[in-house]
């Protein structure tokens, strides 16, 4: 995939890419110039999302690591992931097993859990070198999932099991797509947010006090962006102060997004998932539903408080006080604009100011 080839879509607009694509990277502020010939700011820090469906087995993860490698060249790139599809909805099937009892099977399925990364493994046909390490990482976080599931004993099945448990759905993908950028020459190393984010002690739901996470993130994400390593960070996850793991609740890796973004103080989060955009309904369960290219943020708060599940509703309060714009956009046809999500544009000063 090459994002330099990027066409426009019928809006007539480009996508961000390829709006990026004239441009060389440059100091954040510093004014240049896109092959449009307008002039623009370059967003020197770029936060990109990938949802499961983006993550689901080794060719999926190296495509969107193409994704990852053509906008590294020109900005930096803080990676966020989601557990690869289906994978927290099985480990939360083993948390339930466990707290009826169902010893035997929940060690099977946690065993069927880290197979399964195993072989993504081996389907990305690393260097043996690299394929040993990464094995080794995966192996030693097996082990911590084996030891949360045992054979024998009684086992307190609380909300806090069940998320330290649904936790290392992103904790496996992470490193496995920060060896899947590794291969495509994008230095990365995988993040585990529970590091940096804070919440409250709310299992399955928890808050995330922002200004301790961003102070902490900072010190986490900054040195590494700053060696020009793209940190691939664990979404849906995080620790209370005394560093239990909490999640921040079902499919909230987009607010894990946001809050990355928001910490490294990134110019625009891109939500990479499997549709176009936002729609006005759910488009593969209405053929009326039609693709929405410019959204306020208010606009967009109402559409995910109203359950359109392509966008976590807590993005959008951070995201409009941060004046973060948001793209959502399609990662199986990244030539497509996508949603822009933002204040409106004014076309002389925005960095996506159109094609002109
Ligand atoms: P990801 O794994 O990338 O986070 P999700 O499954 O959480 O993806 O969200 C994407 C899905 O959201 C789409 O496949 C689509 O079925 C669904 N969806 C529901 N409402 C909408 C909407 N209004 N616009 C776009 N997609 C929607
Ligand atoms: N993996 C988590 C879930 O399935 C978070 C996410 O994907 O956004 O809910
Ligand atoms: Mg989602």
């Keep these: 995939m090459n994002l330099e080839n990027v066409q426009e879509d ?17 100091a954040h502020g510093e004014v240049i110039h896109y092959a449009g010939g307008v002039a623009s700011q ?18 999926r993860m190296l495509h969107a690591a193409g994704l990852v490698q053509s906008a590294a060249r020109l900005s930096n790139v803080a990676v966020v992931v989601s557990a690869m599809k289906g994978v927290t909805d099985h480990l939360l099937s083993i948390a339930r097993a466990l707290a009826s009892g169902k010893l035997a ?9 880290l197979d399964l990364h ?42 806090e099991l069940f998320d330290r448990l649904a936790s ?4 496996f993908s992470a490193r496995l797509f920060a060896a899947a950028l590794e291969k495509s020459g994008v230095p990365a190393v995988p993040v585990t947010s529970s590091e940096f984010v804070l ?6 739901d928890a808050q995330p006090h922002l200004e301790q996470t961003r102070l902490r993130g900072r010190d986490v994400l900054l040195p590494l962006l700053e060696a020009g390593i793209v940190p691939v960070v664990t979404g849906f996850i995080g620790a209370t102060p005394d560093g239990r793991i909490t999640t921040l609740g079902r499919n909230s890796s987009d607010f894990s997004g946001a809050i990355v973004a928001h910490v490294v103080n990134a110019d625009e989060l891109v939500i990479w998932t499997d549709v176009d955009g ?48 948001v793209w959502v956009r399609n990662t199986f046809n990244p030539q497509a604009r996508g949603t822009r999500i933002g204040s409106p544009r004014v076309p002389e000063t925005s960095p996506h100011g159109g094609a002109a």
Excluded: W
């Design 278 to 325: 936002i729609y006005t309904a759910n488009p593969t369960e209405s053929a009326e539903a039609h693709l929405l290219h410019e959204l306020s943020y208010d606009e967009a708060r109402a559409l995910a408080a109203s359950g359109a599940k392509v966008l976590h509703a807590k993005v959008l309060p951070l995201a409009a006080e941060t004046e973060m714009v």
């Design 118 to 159: 195993l072989d993504v493994l081996f389907e990305l046909q690393l260097s043996e070198q690299e394929s040993l390490r990464v094995r080794h990482e995966l192996q030693l976080l097996g082990r911590d999932l084996l030891h949360e599931v045992p054979v024998h004993g009684r086992v307190a099945a609380g909300a």
């Design 105 to 113: 099977h929940a060690r099977h399925e946690a065993e069927l859990v």
């Design 10 to 26: 019928v809006s007539g607009e480009r996508s961000p890419a390829a709006l990026r694509a004239g441009r060389s990277k440059a």
């Design 42 to 59: 370059l967003p020197n820090i770029v936060a990109f999302k990938f949802g499961g469906s983006s993550l689901l087995g080794a060719d």
């Design 199 to 204: 919440t409250c002690d709310t299992f399955r």
């Design 168 to 171: 290392f759905g992103e904790r």
